[in-house]
C-alpha cells in the first residue's frame, strides 16, 4: 500500500480474508483510524511492515481488536511512544488471547535511554532484546528469535547482537548510517541465511571500501 491509511479500506473489502502481508513505505502522518473495520472472523496470520509511521500504543490497540482470532501476528514498525517500552508490559496485555506466534520489531526514538526497562522486555511473554544507539537516540527492540528477513540497523546497534541462534532467518542486511565492510562480519556471522548486504561505505577510507567512492555505496548478493 502507498498510504497507511488505505489499510482499513482494504481490510474491509476483504472480510474473509485469512492472511494478510502489509507493506507500507511511504511517509504517513494521520492516525489510523479502524473504527469503521468489522472484526475479520478469519484471518489468522497478519504480517504489518510500516516504518514512516509514529505508531501509538492505541493505534495498535485498535488494530489488534479487528484481529480478534489471529494466531501468527507480525509487526514492524517505528515509534516515540515510551508506552511500548517500560516495565508494564502493556503491549503483551493488548495481545489477541488467540496469538500464539508474535513477532515485533521496533524502531524506537527516545528522549532518555532511561525509558526502555529492558529487563522487563527480556522477560516478557514473547522475549524481546534492545539494540541501542546513544549517538542517533535510538534503539531497534525485537522479540528473539529475530523471524523477519530484512534488519536495518546502525554500526553501534549490529556489536550488539547476540547469539547466532537469534538470527537464523534474516536474508537481507540494509545499513542504516554508513559501516565499512569490516563492519558488517559481526552481521554476517551471526545470520547463517543471509545473502544480500547493502550497505553505505565511508569514503574516506582507503581500503577495498574505497572503490565505491563514486556512488557511495555497495551492494553485494551472494549464495552461502
Keep these: 500500500l502507498k498510504k497507511l491509511e488505505k489499510l482499513p479500506a482494504l481490510l474491509q473489502i476483504l472480510p474473509n480474508i485469512r492472511e494478510v502481508h502489509v507493506t507500507i ?14 472484526p475479520l472472523a478469519h484471518l489468522t496470520k497478519f504480517f504489518l511492515r510500516c516504518f514512516n509511521h509514529y505508531w501509538s500504543l492505541e493505534e495498535i490497540s485498535s488494530l489488534f481488536k479487528v484481529l480478534p482470532i489471529v494466531e501468527q501476528l507480525s509487526l ?8 511500548f517500552v517500560h516495565c508494564e508490559r502493556e503491549l503483551f496485555n493488548l495481545l489477541p488471547k488467540s496469538v500464539q506466534e508474535f513477532n515485533f520489531s ?30 542517533l537516540d535510538q534503539a531497534v527492540i525485537h522479540t528473539i528469535p529475530y523471524r523477519f528477513p530484512l534488519l536495518n540497523i546502525t554500526t553501534r546497534m549490529a556489536k550488539q547482537m547476540a547469539s ?51 556512488t557511495g555505496r555497495i551492494f553485494l548478493i551472494w549464495h552461502s
Excluded at 513505505?25 to 468489522?38: A, G, Y
Excluded at 514492524?76 to 508506552?83: A, K, T, V
Excluded at 552481521?187 to 577495498?208: F, G, N, S, W, Y
Design 164 to 214: 547466532a541462534d537469534n538470527y537464523r532467518t534474516l536474508e537481507k542486511f540494509y545499513d542504516y548510517q554508513g559501516m565499512s565492510l569490516a563492519e558488517t562480519l559481526p552481521i554476517v556471522t551471526r545470520a547463517a541465511r543471509i545473502h544480500e548486504l547493502d550497505i553505505q561505505c565511508d569514503k574516506t577510507e582507503t581500503t577495498a571500501s574505497s572503490r565505491c567512492a563514486k
Design 76 to 83: 514492524q514498525i517505528s515509534s516515540q511512544d515510551s508506552s
Design 106 to 135: 521496533l524502531r524506537y526514538y527516545y528522549e532518555s535511554v532511561d525509558e526502555i526497562d529492558r529487563q522487563a522486555l527480556l522477560t516478557a511473554r514473547f522475549p524481546m532484546v534492545c539494540l541501542l544507539d546513544d549517538e
Design 25 to 38: 513505505d511511504e511517509i504517513s502522518l494521520p492516525e489510523l483510524d479502524l473504527r469503521w473495520v468489522e
